[in-house]
């Protein structure tokens, strides 16, 4: 039987919550302090309508402040355009989407917050299934190794093999590789690289907050559809509703979609580009500095950085050296590039 548990990370301007499936990290919730609580999911809005698309079935919908959702609606619940509806928040935005809402009833303007989605305490006990919460030094450390795996685009599976998983524009592309695995009778082993490799995608996919269209390459070919089509429902029953599966095709791919409902961990950590944000440094200058101080207790911490990084960091700091007592001195080094800060104790 799966065995799930909860870890709850709290760093000045950031809290992150982790959930383990059989002591590998599944999921990872990011939550700053500058987050719109309008765009998180289950926040509940009184917004309205702003202009309805027929020919999709969907409404765009004012949330306030300038953002917008986007709302599905059954052809016999067409909404009028400056409507008031209440609506619940299902997916967050992404890049160059709107959050996805549904609509539960009437409302009255004018457009404002209702309720704020769950706190993260309540998403980590949902998920799972527990109100244990392990914090302290092992939640941070299995936040790190969460975050960590989250970024990681080639991920070795049990037993020996390798699983590739790339975010593309249009889908999510999985590539599974036999790689070094070795075993007597080669369709077995095939046959039982690409089962891990299924339930690990499964994992995987929620750890970094993808979703969409899914197309899993899998290893060699004659593969048996059904049990492979079984291991799936089976890996991604966690996901639904909104799970959908078609057949293993000639070239040997499965194809599925699996609803979005979070914001991908990348995008919330790292630049387009691929290196990490400024804000996301600061985050892990100012949890370095915390691990820091709690080793050498009454000593004083040097910081140093660069100054995009340090005009990010050091209010933190401020509130980290309120909280702990711990006394920090600052250097900007105005010649280090913008990645780049030290932690030392002289």
Same mark, same amino acid.
């Given at each position: 039987?799966?065995?799930?548990?909860?870890?709850?990370?709290?760093?000045?301007?950031?809290?992150?919550?982790?959930?383990?499936?059989?002591?590998?990290?599944?999921?990872?919730?990011?939550?700053?302090?500058?987050?719109?609580?309008?765009? %998180?999911?289950? /926040? #509940?809005? $009184?917004?309205?309508?702003?202009? &309805?698309?027929? @020919?999709? !079935?969907?409404?765009?919908? +004012?949330?306030?402040?300038?953002?917008?959702?986007?709302?599905?609606?059954?052809?016999?619940?067409?909404?009028?355009?400056?409507?008031?509806?209440?609506?619940?928040?299902?997916?967050?935005?992404?890049?160059?989407?709107?959050?996805?809402?549904?609509?539960?009833?009437?409302?009255?303007?004018?457009?404002?917050?209702?309720?704020?989605?769950?706190?993260?305490? %309540?998403?980590? /006990? #949902?998920? $799972?299934?527990?109100?244990?919460? &392990?914090?302290? @030094?092992? !939640?941070?450390?299995?936040? +790190?190794?969460?975050?960590?795996?989250?970024?990681?685009?080639?991920?070795?599976?049990?037993?020996?093999?390798?699983?590739?998983?790339?975010?593309?524009?249009?889908?999510?592309?999985?590539?599974?590789?036999?790689?070094?695995?070795?075993?007597p009778d080669p369709k077995s082993l095939v046959r039982q690289l690409n089962l891990t490799a299924i339930a690990e995608t499964a994992r995987l996919l929620r750890l970094k907050g993808?979703?969409?269209?899914?197309?899993?390459?899998? @290893?060699?070919?004659?593969?048996?559809?059904?049990?492979?089509?079984?291991?799936?429902?089976?890996?991604?029953?966690?996901?639904?509703?909104?799970?959908?599966?078609?057949?293993?095709?000639?070239?040997?791919?499965?194809?599925?979609?699996?609803?979005?409902?979070?914001?991908?961990?990348?995008?919330?950590?790292?630049?387009?580009?691929?290196?990490?944000?400024?804000?996301?440094?600061?985050?892990?200058?100012?949890?370095?500095?915390?691990?820091?101080?709690?080793?050498?207790?009454?000593?004083?911490?040097?910081?140093?950085?660069?100054?995009?990084?340090?005009?990010?960091?050091?209010?933190?700091?401020?509130?980290?050296?309120?909280?702990?007592?711990?006394?920090?001195?600052?250097?900007?080094?105005?010649?280090?590039?913008?990645?780049?800060?030290?932690?030392?104790?002289?």
């Open positions: 039987m799966s065995t799930r548990r909860a870890f709850l990370d709290i760093t000045p301007g950031e809290t992150r919550g982790v959930v383990t499936l059989d002591g590998r990290p599944e999921h990872l919730i990011l939550s700053r302090e500058d987050d719109d609580p309008r765009l %998180e999911p289950g /926040a #509940r809005i $009184a917004a309205r309508v702003r202009k &309805v698309e027929p @020919a999709f !079935a969907s409404a765009f919908v +004012d949330l306030g402040e300038g953002l917008e959702g986007l709302m599905d609606y059954p052809p016999d619940r067409r909404p009028v355009e400056g409507q008031m509806l209440e609506v619940e928040v299902r997916s967050a935005p992404r890049l160059g989407k709107l959050a996805g809402v549904r609509a539960t009833g009437p409302a009255e303007a004018p457009v404002r917050l209702l309720a704020p989605g769950p706190a993260m305490a %309540e998403r980590l /006990a #949902r998920l $799972a299934r527990s109100q244990d919460l &392990v914090t302290g @030094a092992e !939640a941070r450390r299995m936040a +790190d190794a969460a975050e960590e795996a989250a970024l990681t685009e080639a991920h070795v599976l049990p037993g020996g093999g390798l699983v590739v998983i790339e975010p593309t524009r249009a889908l999510v592309a999985v590539d599974v590789d036999l790689g070094p695995r070795k075993g993808l979703g969409g269209l899914v197309v899993i390459d899998l @290893a060699g070919r004659g593969h048996d559809g059904t049990a492979l089509l079984n291991a799936a429902r089976n890996a991604f029953a966690a996901d639904n509703p909104g799970v959908a599966f078609g057949p293993i095709s000639r070239f040997g791919t499965l194809e599925l979609t699996v609803p979005r409902r979070t914001r991908a961990v990348a995008e919330i950590l790292l630049e387009p580009g691929g290196d990490p944000s400024d804000r996301t440094l600061a985050q892990r200058l100012v949890r370095r500095a915390e691990s820091e101080a709690e080793a050498v207790t009454g000593r004083v911490v040097k910081i140093q950085a660069g100054p995009a990084l340090a005009r990010l960091a050091w209010p933190l700091v401020d509130r980290l050296a309120e909280r702990m007592g711990a006394r920090f001195d600052r250097e900007v080094a105005s010649d280090w590039p913008r990645d780049r800060f030290e932690i030392t104790v002289p």
